[in-house]
């Protein structure tokens, strides 16, 4: 497929997504960068967002519970462009009902080319990059012509 550019945010629009016997490590983790995350715009599944708000007061807007559907409405905002960066702490040790939907958020986060992390060292060199809070351009399939020459 043809690439195309798309320029991530100055101002981030981060997912969070966090596995239950993955919510208190997610908890510690905002909790330690609070003061940068309130620089950016929040998003999460419905549980792991609320918690969020209820325990730093962080401004977070939160989707379904992940099994609900929650994944699966991250994944589509990551697909129309409007998620910049996916923190996603899951347990690889538990199987999830969802797995699937899982499987398919990770999967859009690559194929749209954002910055993806399943674990905390990972989070923590996204947001202590000196990319995170600046402008990236980054390479995306470009949709359009795809489409274009699905209809001729």
């Not at 905002?30 to 325990?55: C, E, F, P």
Request: charged share 20%; glycine share 6%; net charge negative.
């Amino acid at each position: 497929m043809e690439q195309t550019t798309r320029t991530l945010r100055d101002k981030k629009h981060i997912a969070l997504v966090a596995h239950d016997h993955c919510k208190a490590s997610m908890m510690e983790w905002v909790d330690s960068h609070k003061a940068l995350l309130q620089q950016h715009l929040l998003y999460a599944t419905g549980t792991t967002g609320n918690l969020i708000q209820r325990a730093t007061g962080l401004s977070v807007t939160a989707m379904l519970s992940g099994p609900m559907g929650g994944d699966q409405q991250v994944g589509a905002m990551i697909a129309e462009g409007k998620i910049d960066v996916l923190i996603f702490f899951w347990d690889p040790l538990n199987a999830v009902p969802h797995d699937p939907d899982v499987k398919a958020l990770l999967r859009l986060a690559t194929v749209w080319n954002i910055p993806v992390a399943t674990n905390r060292s990972t989070a923590d060199f996204i947001i202590h990059s000196p990319l995170f809070a600046q402008q990236l351009a980054v390479s995306v399939p470009d949709y359009e012509r795809y489409l274009q020459e699905r209809l001729q």
